[in-house]
């Protein structure tokens, strides 16, 4: 079946550091990779996708590489800010048949919280 | 454009209550979505529509849970009668495909509490 697993948290850094947080998947077919991000008080939002091996999604310096051979989707940014704490969520979305979009299936999360 | 809309944005009952959740997708997403997020873990879908027909509800526990998109546009989830493990966030997410495009957008999302 489809799975993300994630590191878990909550991972703390100082502004400026680099950030990875690890995220590796289970598919049955070719599916789509996603970042998504909750700011506090707020819904999921899109941070960045890829929708097929070796693409690279980035976004807000994020970035992320669908590696195929490692079923990984690993998220990085080099300079972490204040602003990006928040909890981040990698998803898959298996394809579905048809004329019908897939489901996301998720990881935990993993709760980043950026110091000064 | 405006994002999805859900109300109420929190509830509070007591178990065995029952509770009705809305959503309004982006206007043209023919694909919605309600999806559970329990504290510390990762949203997981209850409900697929397209349009107003059900694509995918074998998640949704059939005995308390129902939802409907009645002419293919706003969508409601209803619990009746609720549990304790029901107090959850529900969002409701919408996409579209056209050009490709297969990104789901999500609203604030249901706090439910019940007590």
């Known amino acids: 079946g489809n799975s993300v697993t994630q590191m878990e948290g909550p991972v703390t850094l100082s502004e400026e550091a680099f950030l990875t947080i690890n995220c590796t998947y289970t598919?049955?077919?070719?599916?789509?990779l996603f970042w998504y991000v909750q700011y506090p008080g707020e819904g999921l939002q899109l941070l960045l996708k890829?929708?097929?091996?070796?693409d690279k999604g980035s976004n807000k310096g994020f970035e992320a590489t669908y590696r195929k051979e490692t079923t990984s989707f690993h998220l990085e940014k080099g300079s972490v800010q204040v602003s990006d704490s928040a909890v981040y969520f990698c998803?898959?979305?298996?394809?579905?048949?048809?004329?019908?979009?897939?489901?996301?299936?998720f990881g935990r999360g993993t709760q980043l919280t950026v110091w000064p | 454009e405006a994002g999805v809309a859900q109300s109420p944005r929190y509830k509070i009952i007591e178990k065995r209550q029952s509770v009705a959740f809305w959503c309004n997708p982006i206007s043209g997403h023919a694909t919605l979505y309600w999806y559970q997020q329990i504290l510390g873990q990762g949203p997981k879908l209850l409900i697929q529509?397209?349009?107003?027909?059900?694509?995918?509800d074998s998640q949704l526990p059939k005995d308390r849970f129902s939802a409907e998109r009645l002419k293919g546009v706003d969508s409601t989830l209803k619990i009746q009668p609720a549990k304790l493990e029901d107090s959850a966030v529900y969002l409701c997410?919408?996409?579209?495909?056209?050009?490709?495009?297969?990104?789901?957008?999500f609203g604030p999302g249901t706090r439910l509490l019940v007590l």
């Open positions: 997410a919408s996409s579209s495909r056209l050009a490709g495009e297969e990104t789901q957008y």
């Open positions: 529509f397209q349009n107003n027909g059900v694509v995918d």
């Open positions: 598919a049955t077919g070719y599916p789509s």
């Open positions: 890829a929708t097929k091996a070796d």
């Open positions: 998803a898959l979305s298996d394809q579905g048949g048809g004329s019908t979009l897939g489901r996301l299936y």
